[in-house]
């Protein structure tokens, strides 16, 4: 499915609001056997933008299947278009971003709309990147190293975010410790269930992958995550104590630590039949 196609279905079914968005049916297609597309000999100008790779003379850079909107919202295909993107300012399809759909792509008829909208987005930014950057070119330039991690400093004044915007929002903000965690968790987080000290519990997600329960350390200091548009991994540490990894390989890696003094505190997650995002706070 093209992007402009997928702009088309969204706003339509906005505009009647009775459709609802179906969890793609195609096949899933190894990164390798994507069609790549040579870029025109003739271009005038080299388009920037991964969704609007088509140039033409009389509209400038227009989408993947070079139609537009008319004025009463019918699509029209625009003639003399050429294949144009400019191969240096549109980014590879990374090995994380792979991993991470390769991991998804199993799930996608138990997704939320909101979630299967990310997806859906995702499916077609995939296929759009690797016709520009094809995947043999990509595995020789970008191996993945697992120990390849972006450090972050975390706050006691702000959360540190992690992964997607799909799912609803559920947090808890007391200032208080998390001290027991149950675990859902295949090739992603299905689910996480927070017990706090005052007792409160925080929990969202499904019921895919299978299930664990950890005490978390006294003083959590350090949070690890994988994410990319969902929360592929998460492990809990401090001096002397860690919980098990749990999750898949997909997403980029980040380990947030806290700052002197403080300890993992105030929780928010977007969640829907898997956990989107997650964000942390050090204020406890």
Same mark, same amino acid.
């Given at each position: ?11 339509? +079914? ?10 793609? #049916? ?19 100008? *080299? ?10 003379? $009389?509209? =400038? ?11 009463? =919202?019918? $699509? @029209?295909?625009?003639?003399? #278009? ?5 191969? %240096? %300012?549109?980014? $590879?399809?990374? @090995? ?63 959360y540190r975010c992690f ?14 410790r998390p001290t027991k *965690? ?9 689910? *996480? ?20 329960? #950890? ?42 630590? +806290?700052? /002197?003094?403080?300890?993992? =505190?105030?929780?928010?997650? /977007?969640? =829907? ?10 204020? $406890?």
């Amino acid at each position: 499915m093209m992007f402009f196609t997928l702009i088309l279905y969204y706003c339509f +079914a906005r505009k009647e609001d009775t459709q609802s968005i179906a969890a793609p #049916t195609k096949p899933f297609v190894e990164p390798w056997r994507i069609p790549h597309i040579e870029v025109s000999k003739d271009c005038k100008k *080299l388009c920037e933008d991964w969704a609007t790779p088509y140039f033409s003379s $009389a509209d =400038g850079c227009v989408g993947l299947n070079r139609n537009k909107l008319s004025d009463d =919202g019918d $699509a @029209v295909v625009i003639a003399d #278009t050429r294949f144009c993107p400019d191969k %240096a %300012a549109i980014e $590879a399809w990374t @090995v994380e971003e792979e991993l991470e759909f390769e991991a998804l792509y199993p799930y996608r008829k138990m997704l939320e709309e909101s979630e299967l909208m990310v997806f859906q987005e995702m499916t077609v930014e995939r296929e759009m990147k690797l016709a520009v950057h094809p995947w043999q070119m990509l595995l020789q330039n970008k191996i993945p190293d697992p120990q390849d991690r972006r450090r972050i400093q975390g706050s006691a004044y702000s959360y540190r975010c992690f992964g997607g915007s799909g799912g609803g929002w559920r947090w808890y903000e007391k200032r208080v410790r998390p001290t027991k *965690l149950r675990v859902r968790s295949g090739r992603y987080i299905d689910r *996480l269930e927070f017990t706090f000290k005052d007792g409160y519990q925080l929990y969202g997600g499904g019921n895919g992958g299978g299930s664990y329960y #950890t005490s978390l350390p006294s003083c959590t200091t350090i949070v690890l995550v994988k994410s990319g548009r969902y929360l592929d991994a998460i492990q809990f540490l401090s001096q002397g104590y860690e919980t098990s990894y749990y999750g898949g390989s997909g997403g980029g890696t980040y380990v947030v630590a +806290a700052p /002197q003094g403080k300890c993992l =505190g105030d929780i928010k997650m /977007q969640t =829907g039949s898997l956990v989107d995002k997650i964000c942390v706070k050090f204020n $406890a």
